[in-house]
């Protein structure tokens, strides 16, 4: 774990101690004020249902849908991990996530709408759709084609900065906190229920590109 990136359960800090750093101007409903998580919460899904291979090992069966370096580093860590990654669905055949599949193997689909996932481009007996950097919305008929639906990645403190451009927002709103989510996919952009949170402070002057590494980092580090 990163040294300014501390667990809540180590700080022992309740949301409530830092209210004197957040900004005090009304917010949206729909983008509240950010709070530290007041802990970190268990997997909300028990993932059984899985397959085993022939040596017994425990593999679950996914396809990937995202993009860009985002999306490789989800690819290559969960591959790392020996999670059995059965399709690559990309918006473009050109990306560097549908490379990185082709080269060793694994069935890319490109999709048929750049803005959807459809069930027909999850694979067979999937068991759990993950999306990595992906700005298509996953379809009600493709998450019940999947055993336990599906889970993605969001760069903020969910609900806080749905949508494109969460870094950016972060910094360009001045918050003081930033974090990354791992929530389940919902009909919904952004709005399912949340798994994981991680957060970390927001320091003074850091650009998007390096808040958005430094939350990468730290929520790869929690969810393994």
Known sequence: MLADVTPLTVMGVHSAKID????????????????????????????????????????????LVGSRHFGVTTFNTLRQHGVDIVRVVV???????????????????????PKRVEASEIAPATDLIVTAHSHARVTKA???????????????LLPR?????????????????????????????????????????????????ELWERIMRATYAYAE
């Open 20 to 63: 004197r750093y957040l900004p005090g101007s009304a917010r949206p409903v729909d983008n509240p004020e950010p709070r530290i998580p007041a802990a970190k919460p268990p997997a909300l899904v028990c993932y059984r249902h899985i397959h085993l291979n022939y040596d017994g090992r425990t593999h679950m069966r996914l396809p």
């Open 91 to 113: 918006h473009d055949g050109e990306d560097r996530l549908a490379a990185a599949g082709r080269a060793v193997g694994i069935e890319v689909v490109v999709q048929a709408d």
């Open 142 to 156: 493709a998450l019940a084609a999947s055993k336990l639906g599906g889970i993605g990645y969001h760069p903020s």
């Open 161 to 209: 900065h749905r949508g494109i451009a969460a870094i950016e927002w972060t910094i360009k709103e001045g918050d003081p906190i930033a974090g990354g989510t791992v929530y389940h996919l919902a009909d919904r952009m952004d709005a399912g229920a949340i798994a994981i949170q991680e957060w970390c402070f927001v320091r003074k002057g850091e650009t998007a590109r």
